[in-house]
């Protein structure tokens, strides 16, 4: 039997108090393989597994979690000024990747999208039309969520971000765009 990569273990650790939440361990792995294989050793690959560790705790899945994240960020990107997102990425490295419609291509490579082709289209138009607050409130419902998610999902990427060392203003200024009490 092949070693997992560390990735993938970490993935694994991360999701295996989960129970509660939409990802069973079966999905957790079957999402860490994918993750590797899509993307081996990228940035991107690294993003999704801390992005996905980040959402452990709630009840959402995979599939939810990087989409909800996908719409947060093309709200930002299309709210904040150029500098301030190209900011974000730098500090974020991969997150480019899962901005907006972008997303559904990482959606897809990772399987999370297959044998769902009416969803599939219904979530494309959703990511690429997230430049407003009721863009985003689409995607969510697409994904399957109500739209008082997007305050949660706020908290949690303004969280993550902060552990990445985003700056107080961006975050204060994500907060902003999203809605979200700082």
Known sequence: MKPLAPATLALLAALSGC????????DAAQTASAIHAATPGGATQSTVTELLNVFAGTPVTGQQALGGTAALLGLAQSQLGGNQYAEL??????LQQLTGSNALSQLN???????????????????????????????????????????VFSQLLLQYFGGEGVSASLLQNLASVWGAPR
Do not use: E, I, Y
């Open 19 to 26: 129970s509660g939440s939409g990802m069973t361990m079966n």
């Open 89 to 94: 990425t730098r500090q974020v490295p991969g």
């Open 109 to 151: 490579a990772l399987g999370m999208l297959s044998g769902q082709g009416s969803q599939s289209s219904l979530l494309g138009a959703a990511l690429g039309n997230t430049g407003s607050q009721a863009g985003v409130n689409q995607a969510f419902s697409a994904l399957g969520m109500d739209s008082s998610m997007v305050g």
